[in-house]
T-cell receptor, first 110, second 114 residues
Framework: DAKTTQPTSMDCAEGRAANLPCNHSTISGNEYVYWYRQIHSQGPQYIIHGLKNNETNEMASLIITEDRKSSTLILPHATLRDTAVYYCIVRVANGNKLVFGAGTILRVKS | NAGVMQNPRHLVRRRGQEARLRCSPMKGHSHVYWYRQLPEEGLKFMVYLQKENIIDESGMPKERFSAEFPKEGPSILRIQQVVRGDSAAYFC????????????FGPGTRLTVT
C-alpha cells in the first residue's frame, strides 16, 4: 500500500470549512484513497473514499487531483464534534487491512 | 441495525493471566478485523478473519495471541499470559463481503495489565 503524508495538526473555526490535505505521490493506478477519523477514545469511523473522481456524501467531500498524487478532505461546516484525528489511507479496493499512519489532529474551535 | 459490539469495554488483568476479548460484528457482516492501539500510538492491524477462517494474521504477535471467528458466536481475541506491554485499546471492525473497504469499528476494549 502507498505511503501517505499528512500535516500533524490543524485548527479550524466552528462553522467554517475544514480542508485536510493528504499527499500520496506513490499511489498506484488501482489504489483508492480512503478517509477515516477517530474521535477521542472511540473506534475509527469511515468517512469517504474515491479513486479519481471527486466524491461527496453526507459527511464530507473528497477532492483528488488529476495526477492522483494528493487529495483533500473537506468538511463543509465544521462543528466542535468534528474534533478528531483524521486518517488518509491508500490501498487497493479488495485489500483487507487498513494501514493507519499518524493522521492529522483537527481541532475545531468556537 | 446494531453496530459492532465489543465486550468487555474495560478489562483489568494481572500479569500472567489470560484475557479474552469478544467482538460481535454487524448483522450481515462476515468479515472481522482486529486492531490494537498502544497508548499514544496509532492503530495497528492484527488479524483478519472470515467465518471459521483466518485470512491474514500478519500483524499478530507470534506468541500468546490467537483469534477465532467460529461459525456461531462472536469473534474472540485471546491473549495468554498477559504482560504490561499488552495494555492497549483493542478495536474490532467488521465489513460486508462486498465492501471490505468500508470497515465499521466497535467501541474497543481497553485492556489494563497490572
Amino acid at each position: 500500500d502507498a505511503k501517505t503524508t499528512q500535516p500533524t495538526s490543524m485548527d479550524c473555526a466552528e462553522g467554517r470549512a475544514a480542508n485536510l490535505p493528504c499527499n500520496h505521490s506513490t499511489i498506484s493506478g488501482n489504489e483508492y484513497v480512503y478517509w477515516y477519523r477517530q474521535i477521542h477514545s472511540q473506534g475509527p469511523q469511515y468517512i469517504i473514499h474515491g479513486l479519481k473522481n471527486n466524491e461527496t456524501n453526507e459527511m464530507a467531500s473528497l477532492i483528488i487531483t488529476e495526477d492522483r498524487k494528493s487529495s483533500t478532505l473537506i468538511l463543509p461546516h465544521a462543528t466542535l464534534r468534528d474534533t478528531a484525528v483524521y486518517y488518509c489511507i491508500v490501498r487497493v479496493a479488495n485489500g483487507n487491512k487498513l494501514v493507519f499512519g499518524a493522521g492529522t489532529i483537527l481541532r475545531v474551535k468556537s | 441495525n446494531a453496530g459492532v459490539m465489543q465486550n468487555p469495554r474495560h478489562l483489568v488483568r494481572r500479569r500472567g493471566q489470560e484475557a479474552r476479548l469478544r467482538c460481535s460484528p454487524m448483522k450481515g457482516h462476515s468479515h472481522v478485523y482486529w486492531y490494537r492501539q498502544l497508548p499514544e500510538e496509532g492503530l495497528k492491524f492484527m488479524v483478519y478473519l472470515q467465518k471459521e477462517n483466518i485470512i491474514d494474521e500478519s500483524g499478530m504477535p507470534k506468541e500468546r495471541f490467537s483469534a477465532e471467528f467460529p461459525k456461531e458466536g462472536p469473534s474472540i481475541l485471546r491473549i495468554q499470559q498477559v504482560v504490561r506491554g499488552d495494555s492497549a485499546a483493542y478495536f474490532c471492525a467488521s465489513s460486508p463481503p462486498s465492501r471490505a473497504y468500508e470497515q465499521y469499528f466497535g467501541p474497543g476494549t481497553r485492556l489494563t495489565v497490572t
